[in-house]
């Protein structure tokens, strides 16, 4: 089950959130988007109130390429066979593979604040092993991340969004809330470390084994210039072999630009869109 939510009358737009988040990261474009767009906005596997399913042999059910499936089936479900994406952080890399997997159903790609994820761990170093300690963390084996999470998990997911949000304030103390409500689940904790576990392993497989594909659709690739992403990558540059028409710039946030910079997104949505 992918708890889905739907408003909005026009071309199909699904929205993907990241981690820790859930659809409510979007509340603060998404009525706007609706103006002119069927907006599809869900709960990725295992995050929110989405079923949590086991990890699987070498954590393949959370591969990107079943999460990715989950989204085109819901997308099925409700007559969309083709429709845009606009994907942030986990969501965008489960959107780079619906992008590689099915090709025809995706019309326009928008992928939020990240380099690919073969790339992004190929370049390894102290800095970004420092800024985004979770890619390590949250990968290793069942159960230590689970138990050692579980002993303060506000405190982990508070702290989590504190480093990538640069502009205080910007995540609403409701949305917030709900966020605190999914992540007390164990189940939802275990599954985000399976999702990670599953981008160290299997998906990096599905990678290479893709090395040579490339993404479509006109894609655009946003980021927060004050994010980690911006600040350790030539985001471009990540992306050059990976598409075949692609443009995109930094706007001026962290991680997290439709709850930071709502407007500025909404800008750069629009002109592309």
């Given at each position: 089950m992918i708890r889905t939510a739907i408003g909005g009358s026009g071309p199909p737009l699904l929205l993907l959130h990241g981690h820790p988040q859930t659809?409510?990261?979007?509340?603060?474009?998404?009525s706007v988007?609706?103006?002119n767009f069927s907006i599809i906005a869900t709960d990725l596997r295992g995050y929110g109130d989405s079923s949590k399913p086991e990890g699987g042999p070498?954590?393949?059910?959370?591969?990107?390429?079943?999460?990715?499936?989950?989204?085109i089936q819901v997308m099925k479900e409700l007559g969309?066979?083709?429709?845009?994406?606009?994907g942030h952080d986990r969501g965008a890399r489960v959107a780079h593979r619906m992008a590689l997997d099915h090709p025809e159903a995706i019309d326009r790609l928008v992928l939020v604040d990240i380099a690919p994820t073969a790339t992004m761990y190929a370049r390894t170093d102290m800095e970004f092993a420092r800024r985004y300690f979770w890619w390590f963390f949250l990968i290793q084996p069942y159960p230590l991340p689970e138990r050692l999470i579980?002993?303060?998990?506000?405190?982990?997911?508070?702290?989590?969004?504190?480093?990538?949000?640069?502009?205080?304030g910007a995540v609403d103390p409701l949305v917030l809330r709900e966020y605190r409500r999914c992540f007390a689940d164990p189940a939802t904790r275990h599954a985000i470390c399976e999702d990670y576990r599953a981008a160290a392993s299997i998906d990096l497989v599905h990678d290479a084994a893709d090395e040579d594909k490339r993404i479509q659709a006109p894609?655009?690739?946003?980021?927060?210039?004050?994010?980690?992403?911006?600040?350790?990558?030539?985001?471009l540059q990540t992306w050059d072999d990976k598409a075949t028409d692609i443009r995109g710039h930094a706007i001026d946030c962290g991680h997290s630009p439709q709850e930071e910079a709502p407007s500025e997104l909404l800008d750069a949505l629009e002109a592309f869109l």
């Open positions: 659809h409510l990261t979007w509340h603060r474009v998404a988007l609706a103006e070498g954590h393949i059910n959370y591969s990107k390429r079943a999460m990715a499936l989950d989204q969309f066979d083709r429709f845009s994406v606009i579980a002993g303060d998990p506000d405190f982990f997911l508070d702290q989590h969004i504190a480093r990538q949000i640069k502009k205080p894609l655009l690739i946003l980021w927060g210039a004050q994010g980690t992403v911006g600040a350790l990558y030539d985001v």
